[in-house]
Protein backbone atom coordinates (compact mmCIF):
# COMPACT_ATOMS: atom_id res chain seq x y z
CA UNK A 1 0.00 0.00 0.00
CA UNK A 2 1.35 2.90 -1.18
CA UNK A 3 1.46 6.34 1.45
CA UNK A 4 2.66 9.25 1.15
CA UNK A 5 3.52 11.60 4.28
CA UNK A 6 3.93 15.00 4.41
CA UNK A 7 5.55 17.33 7.27
CA UNK A 8 6.85 20.92 7.86
CA UNK A 9 4.58 23.08 7.26
CA UNK A 10 3.19 25.98 10.37
CA UNK A 11 3.06 29.34 10.51
CA UNK A 12 5.67 31.65 9.79
CA UNK A 13 5.85 35.67 9.20
CA UNK A 14 6.29 36.98 5.83
CA UNK A 15 9.92 36.69 4.48
CA UNK A 16 10.03 33.45 6.48
CA UNK A 17 11.53 29.82 4.88
CA UNK A 18 10.11 26.75 5.59
CA UNK A 19 11.08 22.89 4.29
CA UNK A 20 8.42 20.81 3.75
CA UNK A 21 9.12 16.43 3.29
CA UNK A 22 7.03 14.29 1.75
CA UNK A 23 8.21 10.68 2.16
CA UNK A 24 6.96 8.02 0.59
CA UNK A 25 5.89 3.92 2.04
CA UNK A 26 5.36 1.34 -0.30
CA UNK A 27 6.40 3.01 -3.46
CA UNK A 28 8.79 1.66 -5.91
CA UNK A 29 10.47 4.34 -7.73
CA UNK A 30 10.05 4.83 -11.40
CA UNK A 31 10.98 7.60 -13.79
CA UNK A 32 7.84 9.03 -12.80
CA UNK A 33 6.97 12.72 -11.51
CA UNK A 34 6.64 13.72 -8.17
CA UNK A 35 4.95 17.18 -7.50
CA UNK A 36 3.69 19.99 -4.86
CA UNK A 37 0.42 20.98 -4.75
CA UNK A 38 -1.40 23.41 -2.74
CA UNK A 39 -4.59 24.71 -2.02
CA UNK A 40 -6.22 27.86 -0.15
CA UNK A 41 -9.87 28.15 1.07
CA UNK A 42 -11.83 29.04 -1.53
CA UNK A 43 -9.71 28.29 -4.29
CA UNK A 44 -8.62 26.03 -6.82
CA UNK A 45 -5.71 23.39 -6.13
CA UNK A 46 -2.75 24.63 -7.92
CA UNK A 47 0.35 22.94 -8.87
CA UNK A 48 3.19 24.95 -7.51
CA UNK A 49 6.04 22.33 -8.32
CA UNK A 50 7.17 18.88 -10.10
CA UNK A 51 10.43 16.91 -10.30
CA UNK A 52 11.35 13.81 -12.44
CA UNK A 53 12.50 11.22 -10.43
CA UNK A 54 14.36 9.82 -13.31
CA UNK A 55 18.67 9.93 -13.53
CA UNK A 56 18.62 13.52 -14.49
CA UNK A 57 15.45 14.68 -11.81
CA UNK A 58 13.96 17.72 -14.29
CA UNK A 59 12.10 20.28 -12.03
CA UNK A 60 9.34 22.96 -12.57
CA UNK A 61 7.70 25.66 -11.04
CA UNK A 62 4.85 28.21 -10.67
CA UNK A 63 5.54 31.00 -12.09
CA UNK A 64 4.51 32.44 -7.94
CA UNK A 65 6.91 30.80 -6.60
CA UNK A 66 9.82 30.66 -9.26
CA UNK A 67 12.89 31.63 -7.63
CA UNK A 68 11.69 31.35 -4.45
CA UNK A 69 10.78 27.47 -3.66
CA UNK A 70 13.08 24.48 -4.63
CA UNK A 71 12.04 20.90 -5.03
CA UNK A 72 14.01 18.15 -4.58
CA UNK A 73 14.66 14.65 -3.83
CA UNK A 74 16.67 12.17 -1.95
CA UNK A 75 15.53 8.69 -4.17
CA UNK A 76 17.73 6.57 -1.21
CA UNK A 77 15.17 7.88 1.21
CA UNK A 78 12.30 8.15 -0.71
CA UNK A 79 11.73 11.75 0.21
CA UNK A 80 10.78 15.18 -1.70
CA UNK A 81 11.31 18.18 -0.44
CA UNK A 82 10.31 22.05 -1.36
CA UNK A 83 12.26 24.50 0.63
CA UNK A 84 10.23 27.43 0.64
CA UNK A 85 12.07 31.19 1.35
CA UNK A 86 10.68 34.32 0.92
CA UNK A 87 7.36 33.89 1.98
CA UNK A 88 4.16 35.48 1.35
CA UNK A 89 0.70 35.64 2.87
CA UNK A 90 -0.42 34.44 -0.47
CA UNK A 91 1.46 31.13 0.15
CA UNK A 92 -1.09 30.30 3.09
CA UNK A 93 -2.52 26.81 1.72
CA UNK A 94 -2.53 22.94 2.65
CA UNK A 95 0.43 21.68 0.54
CA UNK A 96 -0.09 18.36 -0.90
CA UNK A 97 2.41 16.31 -2.32
CA UNK A 98 1.28 14.02 -4.94
CA UNK A 99 3.14 10.98 -7.14
CA UNK A 100 2.87 8.49 -10.06
CA UNK A 101 2.68 10.89 -13.34
CA UNK A 102 4.16 9.19 -15.80
CA UNK A 103 5.99 12.06 -16.83
CA UNK A 104 6.31 16.23 -15.81
CA UNK A 105 7.12 17.61 -19.16
CA UNK A 106 4.63 19.56 -21.44
CA UNK A 107 2.79 21.02 -18.53
CA UNK A 108 1.72 17.65 -17.39
CA UNK A 109 3.02 18.22 -13.89
CA UNK A 110 0.89 20.55 -12.75
CA UNK A 111 -2.36 18.16 -13.55
CA UNK A 112 -3.63 16.83 -10.65
CA UNK A 113 -5.51 14.31 -12.15
CA UNK A 114 -2.43 12.95 -13.76
CA UNK A 115 -0.85 11.81 -9.81
CA UNK A 116 -2.11 8.27 -8.57
CA UNK A 117 -0.87 9.14 -4.66
CA UNK A 118 -1.38 12.04 -2.89
CA UNK A 119 -0.31 12.55 0.97
CA UNK A 120 -2.70 14.42 3.58
CA UNK A 121 -1.46 17.72 3.17
CA UNK A 122 0.64 20.02 5.65
CA UNK A 123 -0.67 23.19 6.73
CA UNK A 124 1.35 26.72 5.50
CA UNK A 125 0.47 29.45 7.29
CA UNK A 126 2.40 33.21 6.45
CA UNK A 127 1.16 36.12 8.56
CA UNK A 128 2.34 39.54 7.55
Known amino acids: QVQLVESGGGSVQAGGSLRLSCAAS????????MAWFRQAPGKEREGVSG?????????HYAGSVKGRFTISQDLAKKTWYLQMNSLKPEDTAMYYCAGGATHCSGGNWKLGDKYTYWGQGTQVTVSS
Open 26 to 33: GYTIRSNC
Open 51 to 59: IFTGAVGGT
